[in-house]
């Protein structure tokens, strides 16, 4: 082959060869932009907290409608419509002491939408069922604490002790004599009694009811010895001397009955005993929205109608952030599943 036909088919193939380079950078560059403009970024694929909520939020109460979670649910639920400008709608879940409602939180999508307002079962039950549907723990973010509602000790007006001190001698002398009612085995006044047996050394007798209502009418009617009974249930009957109130479950004194000592100021220091409820949505839920609604919360709290609200019912507002949330949940868990195993409760 001549030489200069050669060097022709040589310069041919690089014209070619830089048409299809050329050809190739302009239809991979739109391609690829296109690309990165249909696939988030790692920013846009978690929601943010202005743009939450984008729909109705569903709050599972664990509880039937009209009990004491209900009621403080709906509340929440009013307070958090109007701050949040989405509808908060409430979805009661009753059944297996909490456990049916939680375990579709617990399954639900981590985006905000449905979150759960649980009580003091939700640290209790993982020591009493042997089987959970899911981890109390890892399966959950905690959101805000809502309230706390302590008890208080009531006596039969035929026991003569009046104080805590008083009470503890007497109960020593007459140990597996002296019966105490309660909602439940397992229910948080229970592990009210149960707490004061072990701190105390004496031996009461439990007798469980469906419901505490039924176990304070029998205190009244004296079948019962003592119970450690809802505050607003059992403070009118106090007050009137049906009954005789020894001292509250929690840390401090109450605003809504200051005259009463706490358990730990008569005696038992350390004692504390408080029901709870707290807002918790579905683990891996982004930090931001998490944020948001803790702070909605512990504003709503703050509000005077809500105030007044909680001591109606005998509970007293406990903000905390998040992460405090997360560690007082684990620390309930440690005390309460300790002192379940060392007394042998046992769900109904």
Request: net charge positive.
């Amino acid at each position: 082959m001549p030489v200069c036909g050669a060097m022709s088919k040589r310069r041919e193939r690089r014209r070619i060869r830089k048409l299809m380079t050329t050809a190739s950078r302009v239809l991979i560059a739109p391609l690829a932009w296109l690309a990165g403009a249909l696939t988030p970024s790692a920013s846009a694929a978690q929601p943010s907290a202005q743009a939450y909520p984008a729909r109705p939020i569903r709050l599972v109460v664990p509880s039937p409608p009209g009990g004491g979670t209900d009621i403080l649910g709906r509340m929440v639920a009013q307070k958090l419509t109007v701050a949040l400008h989405n509808q908060v709608i409430i979805d009661n879940r009753g059944g297996a002491s909490g456990i049916i409602g939680s375990e579709i939180v617990a399954r639900a999508d981590p985006d905000g939408h449905t979150l759960l307002l649980c009580f003091t079962t939700h640290v209790t039950n993982p020591t009493l069922y042997p089987k959970m549907p899911y981890d109390t723990l890892r399966d959950f973010a905690p959101v805000a604490m809502a309230a706390a509602i302590p008890a208080v000790l009531v006596l039969h007006p035929s026991i003569p002790s009046q104080s805590v001190r008083e009470f503890i001698a007497y109960a020593k002398e007459r140990p597996g004599k002296l019966v105490y009612g309660s909602a439940g085995n397992g229910s948080a006044l229970h592990l009210s009694a149960v707490l004061f047996d072990t701190m105390t050394g004496t031996r009461m007798i439990h007798v469980p009811y469906k419901g505490s209502a039924l176990a304070l009418t029998d205190v009244l009617g004296g079948q019962l010895n003592l119970m450690f009974s809802n505050i607003v249930s059992a403070l009118p009957h106090a007050r009137s001397g049906r009954l005789r109130a020894l001292a509250v479950t929690s840390a401090k004194r109450l605003a809504s009955a200051p005259e009463l000592p706490t358990l730990a100021e008569s005696g038992l220091p350390g004692y504390e005993a408080t029901a709870w409820y707290a807002l918790f949505a579905p683990a891996r839920t982004p930090s931001a929205i998490v944020n948001k609604l803790n702070s909605e919360v512990n504003a709503l709290l703050k509000m005077p109608d809500v105030t007044e609200r909680l001591l109606s019912l005998g509970a007293e507002s406990m903000a905390m952030s998040p992460r405090e949330l997360g560690v007082y949940v684990e620390t309930e868990m440690a005390k309460w599943g300790k002192l379940i195993k060392a007394s042998g409760a046992k769900a109904d």
